[in-house]
T-cell receptor
């Protein structure tokens, strides 16, 4: 059973389009995260939700909007895609917001904007 | 602001050789410390973590790390590297105490890529 799953694994799209990436965890965790890994492998948090409530919202353009329909899902919607949005996006989850908890990462979604 | 430095971008070792990956952090107090590994095309997996107590921490896959407060370091070691250890390794820190909305996050270093020569 996959603990944290993301769809799609690869996403190639044109500038200006709107796209979504879905994330689901079956670990019963309360907290979920979205990270962006750039071309130099630098990994930076974008958002975090705890029990469907937004608790971290880093300096991310408004074009990015996370949505958590329930605590097992955290989707990422991106409007008006730009070239600089090309990256690998990782979803993660942890038992709760306490950072002593291990974060379990999904396999990533490689987004390429042409 | 807290930061994590991994001075080595890329390290190449021969299979069977010992390994040490460096990590230094800058933070007001001793944070939680983590090492993650990312195999090609995969998500990150936790190798080990340090919160307090014994400064030598054992992790999975034969890895260990030593916390040195005086050097603000948390270096990862393995006595004998296997070809399957080739991957990207990330050191990360997190604040121990909540100090505002931005506290609930891991800060990652830029990673060290490990190549293993058979």
């Amino acid at each position: 059973d996959t603990a944290v799953s993301q769809t799609p694994k690869y996403l190639v799209t044109q500038m200006g389009n709107d796209k979504s990436i879905k994330c689901e965890q079956n670990l019963g965790h309360d907290t979920m995260y979205w990270y962006k890994q750039d071309s130099k492998k630098f990994l930076k948090i974008m958002f975090s939700y705890n029990n469907k409530e937004l608790i971290i919202n880093e300096t991310v353009p408004n074009r990015f909007s996370p949505k958590s329909p329930d605590k097992a899902h955290l989707n990422l919607h991106i409007n008006s895609l730009e070239l600089g949005d090309s990256a690998v996006y990782f979803c993660a989850s942890s038992q709760d917001r306490g950072l002593y908890n291990e974060q379990f990462f999904g396999p990533g979604t490689r987004l390429t904007v042409l | 602001a807290q930061s994590v430095t991994q001075p080595d971008i890329h390290i190449t070792v021969s299979e069977g050789a010992s390994l040490e990956l460096r990590c230094n952090y800058s933070y007001g107090a001793t944070p939680y410390l983590f090492w993650y590994v990312q195999s090609p095309g995969q998500g990150l997996q936790l190798l080990l973590k340090y919160f307090s107590g014994d400064t030598l921490v054992q992790g999975i896959k034969g890895f260990e790390a030593e916390f040195k407060r005086s050097q603000s370091s948390f270096n990862l070691r393995k006595p004998s590297v296997h070809w399957s250890d080739a991957a990207e390794y990330f050191c990360a820190v997190a604040p121990v105490a909540y100090s505002g909305a931005g506290s609930y996050q891991l800060t990652f270093g830029k990673g060290t890529k490990l190549s293993v020569i058979p």
